[in-house]
Each structure stands twice: as C-alpha cells, then as structure tokens.
C-alpha cells in the first residue's frame, strides 16, 4: 500500500488527512497524483509539493516503492 | 540542553537560545537573531487568531538540512531554529532563528537566509482566524 498523508489546507478540501492506496509494479509519483487528483480535483488546485518519505521530489516520474509515504502539500507559510 | 532545531507548541526563551548558541564556541563574536511574532492585522482584516499545521517530521527534517547548510554557507559557528505549531494570539511569538559566527556579517546574512529559506521549503501552514472566517495563508512576503 501507498500511505498518503496531506496537511493543513489540502485537507480542508480532502477531508481527511490520510488515505492508503493499493500499490501497483511500475507506480510513479505522477500516475499516483493523477489518481488522486480525479478524486480530489478542489483539493489538487493548491497542492504544489510533493514529498516521499518525506524528501521534497520534484520529478514526478520517480517510480514508487511499495509502503511509500507520499504527501502532496499546498504552497508553505511558516515562519 | 534542548535541541537546537525543534518544533514546540510552548513558548522559547530567547535569553535561554541565545545562552546556548554562545556555549557552543568561545570564538563567536557575532550573533543574529530573527523572531517571528503573531500580527493582529493581516491583508486588511483584523486576525484575532493563528493556528498552524506541520508534517511534522518533515519540518525537523528540513530545518536541520537548512541549519546544516547555513553552518556551511556562511561559516557560521552554530545556529537554532525553534518553530511554534500551536495556536497563537497577537503578539505571541511563532520562530526563532539565531546565527552565531566570528563577525556580524556572515551571521546577519546567514540569519537572514534562513527565515527566507525556512518559509519556501519546511512543511508549515498558517491559518488566520478573522471576523469574515478562516484562511489558511498561501502566500510568504
């Protein structure tokens, strides 16, 4: 399974703060954001980072190990 | 003595930061320091409140990576970063940031670059309570 966990203002629009998604060979970053988008496309409008285990990636062909942790974020505003 | 990266819901201590940025080298001649505190007015609205939001391990993570990377940028002696995750009225204090090196200069710019860094790349959002209902913030001025 792939644990996904979002924060602050992307589970506003989610509703929850974290999903499991089946794992499948081949999986990337892209066909899991393209996956979650379908279903979330309010919440996706604001996610700008994307973050496995917890390591910001920015290339989203990047192939997915399965038990993943990937988190897709909203701009940042700490500080 | 506490860690010199963190993220805490309680209040930091200035004094005690600063104490313990010095005890790490008798060479520091230098030491700057950034807080961030809670407004009470923001995008004109009144904000009566802040609360935020942290993938928390992430966060730690990232400012450790920046704390290191200032050390190495600017030659710094040592440096702390504290980070509030709580909710906050006006005039409470959110971060702390504190640069130590042997002169002004690279700890004034190194401390700088951090709170700059800080707000682009560690996993923390801000949502403002005001009277017309709650924002989160997505912008970094």
Sequence with gaps: MINVLFFGPVVERTGTNSLQVAYQSGMTLQHLRDELAAQYPHAFEIVCFSAVNEHHVRDLSMPLLDDSEVTFMAKFSGG | ?141
């Design chain 2, 1 to 141: 003595m506490k860690a010199a990266v963190r993220i805490q819901q309680e209040d930091f201590s200035q004094d005690e930061e600063i104490l313990a940025l010095k005890a790490s080298s008798k060479r520091m001649g230098g030491i700057a320091t950034f807080v961030g505190c809670a407004r009470d007015f923001s995008e004109g609205r009144d904000v009566s409140q802040i609360s935020f939001d942290a993938y928390g391990s992430m966060a730690v993570s990232e400012m450790n990576q920046l704390r290191s990377e200032a050390i190495a940028k600017y030659g710094l002696l040592d440096a702390r970063i504290v980070h509030r995750i709580c909710t906050v009225t006006a005039g409470d204090n959110i971060v702390f940031i504190a640069a130590g090196a042997e002169h002004r200069a690279a700890a004034l710019e190194a401390c700088r670059w951090m709170i700059d860094e800080l707000k682009v790349r560690v996993p923390i959002w801000k949502k403002e309570v005001t009277p017309q209902g709650e924002t989160w913030v997505t912008s970094h001025p």
